[in-house]
């Protein structure tokens, strides 16, 4: 049973469009989540979190929606650019153990 | 700042042989992880070790090793690599209690 779910698993978006990317977790233990970023042929890199006290966190044109009652949280990136291209992970966590992560949306920026 | 190696960057194996991986970090980190990622299925933890000597296995420890013989290394050895397996294992550090987990540029398994 996947305990982090995200969706699209693809997504297409156009230069200066918003897209928006989905997530929902299982364990309401979980109280950490990051959005990680990978490039082809590298690693994953934090690109912006948020712990479950907070309903909102924005860093420039990346902003984390946080519904904790719903088990739900989305990214949106704003100004869409062709660099952000890349495939985006969501996670989870309670400190215990490593990251639990979904299984990744690949985001397409056209310009 | 600080970095993760791993080598080899690629490994070329063949069925039934067992392929050691390496990861180095100079963070000084104290816990590092061994993750496997394979298309469509996102990261799954294998093992990972709180510090030196310590090892916790993860959802999909069976078929490999793990060895944590100095703070700053971790390596991961496939007991019996299967045909036609293809996939990215990356290796990652955070120190415990802290949030960032920093990841590695992976070892590209294929196996003959």
């Known amino acids: 049973q996947q305990q982090v779910r995200q969706s699209p698993q693809s997504l297409t978006v156009w230069e200066g469009e918003t897209a928006i990317l989905n997530c929902s977790y299982e364990?309401?233990?979980?109280?950490?989540f990051p959005w990680y970023q990978q490039f082809p042929g590298e690693g994953p890199a934090l690109l912006i979190s948020?712990?479950?006290?907070?309903d909102k966190k924005e860093d420039g044109r990346f902003t984390i929606f946080f519904n904790k009652r719903e088990k739900k949280l989305s990214l949106h990136i704003t100004d869409s650019q062709p660099g952000d291209s890349a495939t985006y992970f969501c996670?989870?966590?309670?400190?215990?153990?490593?990251?639990?992560f979904g299984l990744g949306t690949r985001v397409s920026v056209f310009p | 700042g600080g970095i993760i190696t791993q080598t080899p960057k690629f490994l070329i194996g063949q069925e039934g042989q067992k392929l050691t991986l390496k990861c180095q970090q100079n963070?000084?980190?104290?816990?590092m992880y061994w993750y496997r990622q394979d298309s469509g299925k996102g990261l799954r933890l294998i093992y990972y070790?709180?510090?030196?000597?310590?090892?916790q296995k993860g959802d999909l420890s069976e078929g490999y090793d793990a060895s944590r013989e100095k703070k700053s290394s971790f390596s991961l050895t496939v007991t019996s690599a299967q045909k036609n397996e293809m996939a990215v294992f990356l290796c990652?550090?955070?120190?415990?209690?802290?949030?960032?987990?920093?990841f590695g540029a992976g070892t590209r398994l294929s196996v003959l």
């Open positions: 948020i712990s479950s006290v907070s």
């Open positions: 070790s709180i510090t030196e000597n310590d090892l």
């Open positions: 364990d309401s233990t979980f109280n950490y």
């Open positions: 990652a550090s955070r120190n415990w209690g802290q949030n960032t987990l920093y």
């Open positions: 963070f000084n980190h104290d816990t």
């Open positions: 996670a989870a966590s309670d400190y215990a153990q490593g990251l639990t």
